[in-house]
């Protein structure tokens, strides 16, 4: 079982940039599909972007496509999620998943999940 652990989340102005991190435990997370997820207060979780286990292929939901970039280095055991361009609209926590099949867009897809991290951008 893999433990995952979010961090790099703030408070931010309109227009800026973060960084999150998911840093693996326990298990190596080469042996999964990796996928970044948010839910903003009062709404479902929702799926902002994948990467498949040697990182080869990426996905992102149409409201981050262009300015999110995810990525991953097995070595450190670490996914991040690059933001720029960010807008109010992309406050939420955001959530790290682990996927031990094909993880896709779909929350069901992924087995493993972090504690999530806030991200608040001020207008």
């Known amino acids: 079982q893999v433990q995952l652990v979010e961090s790099g989340g703030g408070l931010v102005q309109a227009g800026g940039s973060l960084r999150l991190s998911c840093a693996g435990s326990?298990?190596?997370?080469?042996?999964?599909?990796m996928g970044w997820f948010r839910q903003a207060p009062g709404k479902e979780r929702e799926f902002v972007a994948a990467?498949?286990?040697?990182?080869?292929?990426?996905y992102y939901a149409d409201s981050v496509k262009g300015r999110f970039t995810i990525s991953r280095d097995n070595a450190k055991n670490t996914v991040y999620l690059q933001m720029i361009s960010l807008k109010p609209e992309d406050t939420a926590v955001y959530y790290c998943?682990?996927?031990?099949?094909?993880?896709?867009?779909?929350?069901?897809?992924?087995?493993?999940w972090g504690q999530g991290t806030q991200v608040t951008v001020s207008s």
């Open positions: 998943a682990a996927a031990t099949r094909l993880g896709g867009r779909r929350r069901e897809s992924y087995d493993y």
């Open positions: 326990g298990r190596t997370l080469s042996n999964y599909y």
């Open positions: 990467i498949s286990w040697s990182g080869g292929n990426t």
